[in-house]
């Protein structure tokens, strides 16, 4: 029965001699979904993701796409997947359009007519140069071309605009929005959190090797932050149907995190004694340094 999950992994690790890559990633991708990938360099981003394409084979655990074994079943993996790497490499020799059609070639052809069509219109390519000729830019704008044209479940991008102005990573974020209205499922690795922030529907922290956390982004988005201050000393009843967490207290200041429906919070905070208020929302950053910022110890568990 399908349970709506295309990717899926079990206790996958990899190890090189002594260094633990990735240590027992337990992970599920929902079909349709923008799914984030999220650490710093070191973490496990890569490998993961060259674990599911079966271009490395695990120490140990499995992944499966589609129900395919990603190392005995790679090729049927990679019909259904197309992939953007991090380090681009494109034939400098060949002209850009000559790319594209050699490139849509591997699936019959499929996709030629919408990936000029991209490289063209949305991305402003000259298809007639030389690849060599091109920026570091042009270079991952013309391979984007491709990878959003491909005809296929997934698309794994890791870093996609790491080499892009603003205006190019903008017209990044909205081909990914367009390709999962399509249907397609995104896999989205990136450094830079507001845009993967911006698209993903779920994303996933990763640290040496480890998954942290993952956080429903939709969830996140409709969390409000309170720092409140009353005007009594004495303890205040706060009805637990309410959905306030107190997250922290400095002084004469309490910081919550609210979950529930906000007619319920504001009928509330119009009868509590309350001196001082300020709403506010918490950003990916918050969370992300919970894992990797100055404060984040060395043995912390995954939540």
């Known amino acids: 029965m399908d349970d709506g999950v295309l990717i899926r992994t079990r206790k996958l690790t990899k190890t090189y001699a002594e260094v633990r890559a990735l240590e027992g990633l337990d992970l599920e991708i929902r079909r349709g979904e ?22 490395l084979r695990p120490t140990s655990g499995n992944a499966a796409v589609a129900g395919f074994d990603c190392w005995r079943e790679s090729l049927q993996v990679r019909r259904r997947t197309t992939y953007l790497q991090g380090e681009l490499r494109l034939y400098g020799s060949m002209r850009a359009f000559e790319v594209l059609e050699l490139l849509s070639d591997l699936r019959d052809g499929l996709g030629l007519d919408r990936a000029i069509a991209i490289a063209d219109r949305v991305m402003n390519l000259d298809l007639r140069r030389r690849v060599r000729t091109y ?35 903008g017209l990044v974020m909205e081909l990914v929005q367009e390709a999962k209205r399509q249907g397609q499922t995104v896999v989205f690795s990136g450094h830079v959190l507001t845009e993967v922030e911006q698209v993903s529907d779920r994303v996933a922290i990763m640290r040496k090797g480890r998954l ?26 706060i009805p637990g149907e309410l959905g306030l967490i107190e997250r922290k207290r400095e002084g004469e200041a309490f910081l919550y995190e609210h979950h529930g429906e906000l007619p319920a919070l504001l009928g509330w905070l ?14 990916l ?18 939540s």
Request: glycine share 10%; proline share 7%; no cysteine.
């Open 34 to 55: 923008v799914f984030g990938l999220l650490g710093p360099n070191g973490s496990g981003k890569t490998t993961t993701i060259r674990l599911l394409l079966g271009l």
């Open 135 to 169: 920026s570091t830019g042009m270079k991952q704008k013309l391979a984007l071309a491709q990878v959003f044209s491909d005809p296929v479940e997934i698309l794994i991008l890791d870093e996609p605009t790491s080499a892009l102005d603003p205006s190019a990573r």
């Open 212 to 237: 942290m956390h993952i956080e429903d982004m939709h969830a996140r988005r409709g969390l409000r932050m309170l720092l409140i201050r009353y005007r009594t000393d004495g303890p205040v009843t």
């Open 270 to 283: 119009a009868s509590a004694p309350v001196e001082d208020l300020a709403i506010g929302t918490e950003d």
């Open 285 to 302: 950053r918050t969370l992300y340094d919970r894992y990797h910022g100055p404060a984040a110890g060395d043995e912390e568990e995954p």
